[in-house]
């Protein structure tokens, strides 16, 4: 009888057995958050007018982002590198509701962007890590804007604060929210992406997007007390 490949056990252990133990227990996490979303009803609005958004996000703060279920019956997109940990976490995300795109700034990212573009103009939503993969942090890089005009979407800073959370020795100083903590999650103004938009304009409205994120992050992190 022969047995069972060493390789093989290993790609299920690692696709399978731990994605599903991952998901599960962030599954059970997320219940303990306490969650509060504003501005939800106007983003509903909008994508019952036909409208396309991308959110913007840094990747700090990414981990509060995924859990908002009433948008996934539109399928959202966002990028997850290619990485050995992006296998990893597109497999989780993709369980969550989101839809994966594979790529960076850094590797794939021409064909990621062609993709995130068709997926979000197509589902009308989608998510962007804007100072991700690798930063510098809080620094909105070009392709968002990029994007956005590609997708024919209006970009809406999403802020996600949490009122207690552990940080992460990583470029950005990762958030992870503590267990029962309160999360807030707010959508904040939209900003157009003219079809035409020349590369001034584009780094224009990157600048004015940078700068909302700065003020409206420091404002949701001051309510705690912070």
């Known amino acids: 009888m022969t047995g069972v490949p060493a390789k093989e056990i290993k790609f299920f252990l690692l696709n399978h057995v731990l994605t599903s133990v991952i998901f599960f227990t962030l599954r059970l996490y997320a219940k303990t958050l306490r969650v ?3 501005g939800e009803e106007k983003i509903l609005e909008y994508l019952a007018r036909e409208g396309t958004i991308l959110f913007a996000c840094w990747h700090q703060r990414l981990f509060g982002g995924f859990f ?4 996934f019956q539109w399928k959202p997109c966002i990028m997850i590198s290619q990485s050995r940990d992006g296998d990893l976490i597109s497999k ?3 369980r969550l509701g989101w839809i994966p795109v594979r790529g960076s700034s850094t590797r794939g990212g021409a064909r990621a962007f062609r993709v995130m573009a068709q997926n979000v103009k ?3 939503i989608g998510a962007h890590i804007v100072d991700g993969p690798t930063g510098p942090a809080r620094i909105v890089k070009p392709g968002l804007t990029a994007l956005a005009r590609s997708a024919n979407a209006v970009i ?3 802020v996600v604060s949490y009122q207690s959370a552990w940080t992460a020795n990583s470029w950005d100083r990762f958030l992870v929210p503590k267990p029962f903590t309160r999360v807030l999650i707010r959508f904040g103004s939209f900003f157009n992406v003219p079809d035409d938009a ?8 990157r600048l004015q997007v940078e700068q909302h994120m700065i003020e409206a992050y420091e404002a949701a992190d001051s309510g705690w007390g912070k």
């Open 68 to 71: 908002v279920p009433r948008f």
């Open 122 to 124: 197509k589902n009308r």
């Open 198 to 205: 020349d590369r001034n304009l584009l780094e224009a409205i």
């Open 92 to 94: 989780i995300v993709s």
């Open 156 to 158: 809406c800073p999403a």
């Open 36 to 38: 509060q979303i504003e």
